[in-house]
């Protein structure tokens, strides 16, 4: 079975930074993606930001220049650091991992991030 569990989320003000981490834990295999997701209320879970099957990062256009997706391969971690924040990227943040070689995918809890003055 495999885990992830995330951490770092909080109430920032507008401008401000925070760096969420999530962790794997367990029958991992081989990874074929890993990445962040989030869903505000009353919208649908989007990408936030992913490393690709190709080793390639991906964001989505909101976010581009402001996050930055980073992992450290010993520690089956990665980590999305959060500059600038807006009140728009309030969401609960969640952690996906797509993992071969049946490319089952695996979600984290969670971790709520707000952005308010």
């Known amino acids: 079975q495999v885990q992830l569990v995330e951490s770092g989320g909080g109430l920032v003000q507008p401008g401000g930074s925070l760096r969420l981490s999530c962790a794997a834990s367990?029958?991992?295999?081989?990874?074929?993606?890993m990445g962040w997701y989030r869903q505000a209320p009353g919208k649908q879970r989007e990408l936030v930001a992913a490393?690709?099957?190709?080793?390639?990062?991906t964001y989505t256009n909101s976010t581009k220049g402001r996050f930055t997706i980073s992992r450290d391969n010993a520690k089956n971690t990665i980590y999305l650091q959060m500059n600038n924040l807006k009140p728009e990227d309030t969401a609960v943040y969640y952690c996906?991992?797509?993992?071969?070689?049946?490319?089952?995918?695996?979600w984290g809890q969670g971790t709520q991030v707000t952005v308010s003055s």
């Open positions: 367990g029958s991992i295999g081989s990874m074929h993606s």
């Open positions: 996906r991992l797509t993992a071969r070689p049946f490319f089952n995918v695996y």
């Open positions: 490393f690709t099957s190709g080793g390639t990062t």
